[in-house]
T-cell receptor, first 119, second 114 residues
Framework: NAGVMQNPRHLVRRRGQEARLRCSPM?????VYWYRQLPEEGLKFMVY????????ESGMPKERFSAEFPKEGPSILRIQQVVRGDSAAYFC?????????????????FGEGSWLTVV | AQSVAQPEDQVNVAEGNPLTVKCTYS??????LFWYVQYPNRGLQFLLK??????LVKGSYGFEAEFNKSQTSFHLKKPSALVSDSALYFC????????????FGTGTRLQVTL
């Protein structure tokens, strides 16, 4: 059973370009989370999605960042007009069941991350 | 709001000695607590979790954690450290409710030396 798959693993973009990060959840998982890890810092929640629906985007910057999880295909985190401060590791995670009190004990599994460098 | 505190940026221990990585939490409802480990340039690997039941939880690689409700703590422990345990350890709390994201602590770097 393959784990959470992220690509690309490493991405270099010039300032002003777009970065597109992809995430395929574990088989049978329908819920995806995106986190960002800045150098020497912890993980910051960005967005929580299920297929065709954004559940919680409270951690997403107001501008330039967007996320989707279509009915078919991987989840995409898109960063438009990247700036140097966007350089970070972006981690995707998935869980097998919806959120809510009953299922909050389900483990969230992480991918290996996508390292974005903006030059 | 839920939060996690890891008071130590780094913990140093000699191989063969017991190790403890501290974690305290704040949550309004029932806490669902997790420990993850991160090796350099890698993703987070799940170690163990507390949902309910026995306060002592056993996980991967010989790690265990003790849930203490009165002290709102969930410290990670291992009886005998290995050099290969050197990594970054994150404690996390899962919020109840619709948006059940994980809230992480800032991480503790464990350094195990010979």
């Amino acid at each position: 059973n393959a784990g959470v798959m992220q690509n690309p693993r490493h991405l270099v973009r010039r300032r002003g370009q777009e970065a597109r990060l992809r995430c395929s959840p574990m088989k049978g998982h329908s819920h995806v989370y995106w986190y960002r890890q800045l150098p020497e810092e912890g993980l910051k929640f960005m967005v929580y999605l299920q297929k065709e629906n954004i559940i919680d985007e409270s951690g997403m910057p107001k501008e330039r960042f967007s996320a989707e999880f279509p009915k078919e295909g991987p989840s995409i985190l898109r960063i438009q007009q990247v700036v140097r401060g966007d350089s970070a590791a972006y981690f995707c995670a998935s869980s097998p069941l919806p959120g809510g009190a009953r299922f909050s004990g389900n483990t969230i599994y992480f991918g290996e991350g996508s390292w974005l460098t903006v030059v | 709001a839920q939060s996690v505190a890891q008071p130590e940026d780094q913990v140093n221990v000699a191989e063969g000695n017991p190790l403890t990585v501290k974690c305290t939490y704040s949550v309004s409802g029932n806490p669902y607590l997790f420990w993850y480990v991160q090796y350099p340039n890698r993703g987070l690997q799940f170690l163990l979790k507390y949902i309910t039941g026995d306060n002592l939880v056993k996980g991967s690689y010989g790690f265990e954690a003790e849930f203490n409700k009165s002290q709102t703590s969930f410290h990670l422990k291992k009886p005998s450290a290995l050099v290969s345990d050197s990594a970054l350890y994150f404690c996390a709390v899962r919020e109840t409710g619709t948006a059940s994201k994980l809230t992480f602590g800032t991480g503790t770097r464990l350094q195990v030396t010979l």
